[in-house]
């Protein structure tokens, strides 16, 4: 199935917003602290929007909250912790690629969705680059960056899970009233971590910048960014529309160094090579499978 032009290019637009939205990320943490930026996108994702939008009809309000606090205070939180704890922008969206694996072997596990031997070697691709990541790196704080970046990987997976099994007629909605679960849990976890310190003093140490990087995500990031990711979903088929993804970590570095001239190694440049091909590998093996299937039929049709 063909991709209409106006299709790809919006799509495109959402891959490059949410690649940057790493950099917009770690401008917003100059000013706020992770748990609170964190609480205050969740926050506007809900308002003033959950007052227009009614509640998704096939939706129980157990989902939502289940989905709310493991994208918000899961995904969402493990991000912000991985930018606090010396993981670049670039590298992050890059490792947040990570939850295209944990989506498959969930649907492995839970909806005994199928991992064939092209799955193992995009995963085997990519699990080389994780390493070489890690052992590259001296720095404990980093080492405890990917850490949370591989729990938000995880969290993504889950929700990606979530959406798969209830299947919201209305994504936007799902998204806004799921937000209403999460914002709360962020504030206690905001009060636990680091007082009402961060709550206090906000208005006094918020930045035009903090302020751009928490409405970006919330509404940009967000809002935009998963209604049109969804609709995309529901016109065309997963394949022919997931490749697309490749664009996200490709705006993420690119991004990371416009805005803090990020340079790369050539270990990390090596480590993103590995990623990249394991990612592409994954991303298309039903394609890589069906042209090993044809070229297998050839040989022994040669026989």
Known sequence: MTVKKSD???????MIIWGANFSVIGVGLGSLDPFLMTFLRAILCAFPLVFFIKKPK?????????????????MGGGMNLAMTNGLSAGMTSVLLQFSAFFTIIFGYLFLKENITKTHVVGMMFSSAGLLIIVFASNDHSTHFGILFILLAALCWAACNLIVK??????MIAFIVWSSLFS?????????????SE???????????QGAFSVLFQSYVTTIFGY?????????????????LSLIVP??????????????LSAIQGLAILCIFIGISIFINSATINKRISKHQAQCLNTL
């Open 8 to 14: 790809l290019a919006i799509g495109i637009l959402v």
């Open 58 to 74: 096939n939706i129980s309000v157990s989902t939502l909250a289940i989905y709310g606090i493991i994208f918000g205070v899961g």
């Open 165 to 170: 099994i209830k299947k919201p007629e209305d």
């Open 183 to 195: 914002a709360p849990i962020l504030l206690i976890v905001t009060l636990l971590a680091e007082g």
């Open 198 to 208: 961060p709550l206090a003093h906000m208005y006094s140490t918020l930045t035009w």
């Open 227 to 243: 209604m049109t990711w969804n609709n995309l979903l529901k016109k065309y088929p997963t394949h022919t529309i997931a490749p």
């Open 250 to 263: 490709v705006a993420g570095i690119f991004t990371s160094y416009l805005f803090f001239h990020e340079q």
